[in-house]
């Protein structure tokens, strides 16, 4: 079956602008969380939406957001972008809400702000 | 707060040898341990988790050990392959929530 699909992989931006990224998950995976990766913080947290609700939240400013779906995909959204959120912003879904639950990730999308 | 950190940021070892990945964490009210591959270009990919009720899982040439006594993760890899070569992360679940920790980084040579 299908993995789960992030768009684009690849995006430029200036500082002060925003962006929108998406996330398509496994077909009936209800989960959807966003991970920030860069080379000084790792992988870190943004949220977790399920059943179109924000469940968990990282420790991240305001000018990061998401929203889920109905059909379960997801996106996030950065305005006001900073160089500092340049980063590989990685999706990942899960079938459960709850428990031990095995997160399938995409393979992400590259952001360069400058 | 909570924290999951790795012991080595590099490790290189002959093709054909075992490979042993350490993680520590810091505080062990969690669902479970995962360990994720990735490579270079590719988001990170699930290899084996461990409940935090049990000391030992094996998977196919890999076998996951924690200790909760030290609060000390390891992951084994048997033959390590050059396929294996790539960043391994440990991360502590809570729910659908995971903490990773900083990455090692196997190298396998020829």
């Known amino acids: 079956k299908a993995g789960v699909t992030q768009t684009p992989r690849y995006l430029i931006k200036t500082r002060g602008q925003q962006v929108t990224l998406s996330c398509s998950p496994i077909?009936?995976?209800?989960?959807v969380s966003w991970y920030q990766q860069t080379p000084g913080q790792g992988l870190q947290f943004l949220f977790e939406y399920f059943s179109e609700t924000q469940r968990n939240k990282g420790n991240f400013p305001g000018r990061f957001s998401g929203r889920q779906f109905s059909n379960s995909r997801s996106e996030m959204n950065v305005s006001t972008l900073e160089l500092g959120d340049s980063a590989l912003y990685l999706c990942a879904s899960a079938f459960g809400g709850s428990g031990a639950n095995v997160l399938t990730f995409g393979a992400g999308s590259r952001l360069t702000v400058l | 707060g909570e924290s999951v950190g790795l012991h080595l940021p590099t490790l290189s070892v002959q093709e054909g040898d075992n490979s042993i990945i350490n993680c520590a964490y810091s505080?062990?009210?969690?669902?479970?341990f995962i360990w994720y591959k990735q490579e270079s270009g590719k988001g990170p990919q699930f290899i084996i988790d461990?409940?935090?009720?049990?000391d030992k899982r094996q998977g196919q040439r890999v076998t996951v050990l924690l200790n909760k006594t030290v609060k000390h993760l390891s992951l084994q890899i048997a033959a390590t392959q050059p396929g294996d070569s790539a960043v391994y992360f440990c991360a502590r679940g809570a729910g659908n929530m995971l903490t990773f920790g900083g990455g090692t980084r196997l190298m396998v040579k020829p």
């Open positions: 461990i409940r935090s009720n049990m």
């Open positions: 505080n062990s009210a969690s669902d479970y």
């Open positions: 077909s009936g995976h209800r989960s």
